[in-house]
Antibody, heavy 122, light 107 residues
């Protein structure tokens, strides 16, 4: 069974650092890109960026470039999203989702993690 | 970036109604368009990809159509479990972008 299991909810103060995780199982982890998607409270979905575990190739949305870092440890089938200095505006639920590149094009976001709520408040 | 505009932003429907949601792209996306359903507190669920391909396990009352810049998600006979928010997604070029969402509520 394919699963993407995310780390739990976090409560942090502005200026603190944070790294959340997304562990894949039930499929070939290095064959699928892992993307991160933000959902601010009562708002829509925003694609933040994606990483290919096979070679750590990473793409960012211009809106998030320089604001977060996406990384991966393929030895434990886990992708990460991290912040070096959180802001109150980073308060949101963050989802990971997998995407597959095929000869026919992209196969996007067929499986998602359960989401991780990050609350940043003084 | 490609902007995705959904309409309407919300709608009310009765069980059994036919529901249509439209997604317009600011430039052509070929058939690289998907539809997702999200219920409160849950992760999105893929319904449709490549404009019209039904995700395995999704009821056949859901269908997708369109090409280029205009796309449609249709629910032929809306059921109680279909009341949720729906998002389109273009994935022809980075950054991938979602529509703002359409909330389908019970009339």
């Amino acid at each position: 069974e394919v699963q993407l299991v995310q780390s739990g909810a976090e409560v942090k103060k502005p200026g603190e650092s944070l790294k959340i995780s997304c562990k894949g199982s039930g499929y070939s982890f290095t064959s699928y890109w892992i993307a991160w998607v933000r959902q601010m409270p009562e708002k829509g979905l925003e694609w933040m960026g994606t990483i290919y575990p096979g070679d750590s190739d990473t793409r960012y949305s211009p809106s998030f470039q320089g604001q977060v870092t996406i990384s991966v440890d393929k030895s434990i089938s886990t992708a990460y999203l991290q912040w070096s200095s959180l802001k109150a505006s980073d308060t949101a639920t963050y989802f990971c989702a997998r995407q597959l590149w095929t000869t026919s094009g992209w196969n996007p976001f067929d499986y998602w993690g359960q989401g991780a709520l990050v609350t940043v408040s003084s | 970036d490609i902007q995705m505009t959904q309409s309407p932003s919300s709608l009310s429907a009765s069980v059994g109604d036919r529901v249509t949601i439209t997604c317009r792209a600011s430039q052509g996306v070929g058939d690289d368009l998907g539809w997702y359903q999200q219920k409160p507190g849950k992760a999105p669920k893929r319904l449709i990809y490549a404009t019209s391909r039904l995700q395995s396990g999704v009821p056949s009352r859901f269908s997708g159509s369109g090409s280029g810049t205009e796309f449609t998600l249709t629910i032929s006979s809306v059921q109680p479990e279909d009341f949720a928010t729906y998002y389109c997604l273009q994935y022809i070029s980075y950054p991938w972008t979602f529509g703002q969402g359409t909330k389908v509520e019970i009339k």
